[in-house]
């Protein structure tokens, strides 16, 4: 059974910073892009960044470019979001989750197999 387990969520005030982790167990984390998406009550859940299997690529929503990094460690089964310059329209749950495929061009839900509970940021302004 997979199981996907996002942490590193909090309450931040505007300007600030936060580093999201997803861990990964009872798949071969290695062989699969991974996703970060996100939601906020009432709207429907939006891609934010992907990393294609092996990290030498990577794919964001055009909001977030040039604050947020994904990046990978395949030794530790482990995925990261750095939230940086944090916005209040950021605030949302963030969730984490497998794709389907190795690359990276993937901000579809459709294409993403195993999902986390998500984990809420919230911004302060």
């Known amino acids: 059974q997979v199981q996907v387990v996002e942490s590193g969520g909090g309450l931040v005030q505007a300007g600030g910073s936060l580093r999201l982790s997803c861990a990964v167990s009872?798949?071969?984390?290695?062989?699969?892009?991974m996703g970060w998406f996100r939601q906020t009550p009432g709207k429907e859940r939006e891609f934010v960044a992907a990393?294609?299997?092996?990290?030498?690529?990577?794919y964001y929503e055009d909001s977030v470019k040039g604050r947020f990094t994904i990046s990978r460690d395949n030794a530790k089964n482990t995925v990261y979001l750095q939230m940086n310059s944090l916005k209040p329209g950021d605030t949302a749950v963030y969730y984490c989750?497998?794709?389907?495929?190795?690359?990276?061009?993937?901000?579809?839900?459709?294409?993403?197999?195993?999902w986390g509970q998500g984990t809420q940021v919230t911004v302060s302004s």
């Open positions: 009872g798949r071969i984390f290695s062989n699969h892009a």
């Open positions: 990393i294609s299997w092996s990290g030498g690529s990577t």
């Open positions: 989750a497998t794709s389907m495929y190795n690359d990276a061009n993937r901000r579809h839900e459709y294409e993403y197999a195993d």
